[in-house]
């Protein structure tokens, strides 16, 4: 097994490109999707400059060898080949010279294909007619079920569109992106939803901060700024996975309670750092060398980032609305620091377990390297100082940190925000459109996760979650327990109820106030109920890649399996609940709020 050291020592990074840095070997290939040992493959071996977008290519043939190929080379591939196809006048295994200007529509296609993961698409045979089958079997067996007492028609049938959407998102018969778009067209196509309610999302801060974030991240890798910082990190806490992973994962504890975005924290800020810093120890999606430690870190970060921004009310946007709702029910106003005091000792707990659980479940394959540091500060003096354009992205990434921090107190809000540190990038030609339309990660996240919200928030308004809340309540007050029971059936049901929602702050919004009426009804103590349920409101995200906003760009950089992903956010949802209620009631007891 190679340690980080050596994959420092033999990862040669370029400075101005996250995609691809020298000639890649053929004979170093890999399998490209699920069906590619079965015919004969077709290889892409090319190298490129970013800076003037011009490639060469060798696409060979060969049925025993396959290479994964990544968004980018799938793009470069579809232009090869339909340039060669049309010309008609060389054969396969002859070099061939890339137009320039490829199709941005093929850019794109290729690259959503490619970041979900699915070979049918790609291989241009539509969609996976098994995985297919399993979401429409889904959804018609709701659909045809009449609808419980009290929800009507339309909301149950959106429900049963929503049902298959999420079952084709899980079983991927096509790209995530492609799977929303076809649940949108359900539902407008059978009335449920108008195109101004299909598409209302995407009017929604969250997915363009989101997608946002991915250009920024391109323009951090590509800089090269990502690899400097990555190194020093390197240098201080490199001996071990372990260590880096804690670095990260408590310098983002350090920024949550100044910046209330989670999705611009973790997505602006933590998701290029720690790729660029599992890019640097060689451990890339796009080689099929994830696991090395990608996997790990990424899985890791982004749990932590729910634990994080449930411990502070600044920590994440909807908070003070559990805060509003919380007032509003019990007269109690939470303060910022009962908050922080109550959510200090189980989240502390969190974080320290979460990175030692997901070692020993989800772990890395390069665990120790006692030479990585000198190693990493050798990298460090061979990138000299700084370039102009990793000026240029210090500083659009600092002013942009600095309005996330700031902004709200001046009217600028998050998007806002986002939106000048990328004008920066593009005015200075530090990134170019092209390559932001070549984020194909950027743009499939935006789509899934905006159908997403825009179908939940109408099951919320057409009555289908008013009627689960309400139905909830008269279950467990009818059941006659004492309020610890009582607690521990409302706070599952909420928790887990979660994975109807794409927003934490649908959720609160729709489910906050009738689980806090219910659970003080039962006999338990106001405020630490109304405590919890906040708190929970932001752990519940662990689950799925849709649930909270650091979720759709940490499962987006490709690190993860989807299956993996849930199973192991239900796992550590488990932990969680564990150590807040079992840590957190004689913590509350001690610090007087019960």
């Not at 983002?252 to 720690?274: C, D, K, N, T």
């Not at 689960?468 to 109820?497: E, I, N, R, T």
Request: net charge positive; glycine share 10%.
């Amino acid at each position: 097994m190679r340690s980080t050291s050596s994959l420092i020592a033999t990862t040669n990074l370029n400075s101005r490109s996250n995609v691809i840095n020298k000639t890649n070997k053929v004979g170093a290939s890999s399998s490209v999707g699920h069906d590619g040992a079965k015919r004969g493959d077709r290889f892409v071996q090319k190298s490129f400059n970013t800076d003037d977008e011009k490639s060469n290519a060798r696409i060979t043939t060969s049925s025993s060898q396959q290479k994964r190929l990544t968004s980018q080379q799938l793009a470069l591939f579809a232009a090869h080949y339909h340039h060669h196809a049309a010309s008609n006048n060389k054969r396969r295994g002859q070099k061939t010279n890339s137009t320039k200007g490829k199709s941005d529509a093929n850019v794109v296609t290729f690259a959503a294909a490619s970041s979900s993961g699915n070979s049918a698409l790609v291989n241009g045979k539509g969609a996976n007619a098994k995985n297919l089958g399993y979401s429409v079997l889904a959804g018609l067996l709701l659909w045809i079920c009449p609808a419980p007492a009290g929800v009507t028609a339309q909301a149950w049938h959106l429900f049963a569109v929503f049902v298959a959407t999420i079952v084709g998102i899980i079983t991927q018969p096509l790209p995530l992106g492609a799977v929303a778009m076809i649940g949108l067209g359900v539902s407008m196509t059978t009335g449920l939803l108008p195109f101004s309610a299909a598409f209302s999302a995407f009017a929604s801060e969250i997915p363009w901060l989101i997608a946002i974030a991915f250009f920024l991240a391109r323009g951090f890798i590509k800089t090269g700024l990502g690899n400097r910082i990555a190194y020093y990190i390197v240098s201080l806490f490199g001996a071990s996975t372990l260590g880096l992973t804690y670095s990260l994962v408590f310098s983002e504890a350090l920024l949550a309670p100044a910046i209330p975005s989670l999705a611009a924290r973790a997505g602006g800020i933590f998701l290029p750092l720690a790729k660029a810093l599992c890019v640097a120890c060689g451990s890339d999606p796009a080689n099929k060398t994830e696991k090395k430690m990608g996997s790990y870190v990424m899985t890791t970060v982004f749990q932590t980032s729910t634990i994080t921004s449930g411990m502070f009310i600044t920590a994440m946007a909807a908070n003070p609305l559990s805060v509003n709702l919380a007032a509003a029910v019990t007269g109690i106003t939470i303060t910022w620091g009962q908050w922080a005091l109550a959510a200090s000792v189980p989240g502390l707990i969190c974080l320290i377990l979460a990175p030692l659980v997901l070692y020993v479940l989800y772990p890395p394959e390069v665990k120790d390297s006692p030479e990585a540091p000198a190693k990493a500060k050798e990298e460090l003096a061979k990138l000299g100082p700084m370039s102009g354009d990793e000026k240029i992205m210090s500083f659009a990434l600092g002013l942009t940190v600095l309005l996330w921090v700031f902004g709200a107190s001046v009217g600028v809000g998050s998007v806002a925000a986002a939106l000048n540190g990328l004008t920066i990038l593009l005015v200075s030609g530090v990134i170019s459109w092209k390559e932001c339309l070549a984020e194909g990660p950027a743009w499939d996240t935006l789509t899934w996760f905006a159908a997403l919200i825009a179908m939940a928030s109408y099951l919320q308004k057409y009555g289908l979650i008013p009627w689960f809340a309400d139905s909830v309540v008269k279950v467990v007050s009818g059941m006659g327990l004492a309020w610890q029971p009582a607690f521990l059936v409302v706070v599952l049901l909420y928790f887990y109820s979660h994975y109807l929602f794409a927003s934490g702050a649908a959720h609160i919004g729709a489910m906050y106030t009738a689980f806090l009426s219910v659970l003080i009804a039962c006999g338990a103590p106001p405020l630490v109920s109304a405590i919890i349920l906040g708190i929970f409101s932001n752990i519940m995200g662990c689950t799925t890649h849709y649930g909270i906003g650091s979720a759709p760009p940490f499962f987006g950089a490709g690190y993860v399996p989807l299956g993996t992903w849930w199973k192991i956010g239900f796992g550590m949802s488990i932990m969680y609940i564990t150590i807040f209620l079992g840590v957190g009631f004689p913590w509350f007891k001690i610090i007087g709020l019960m």
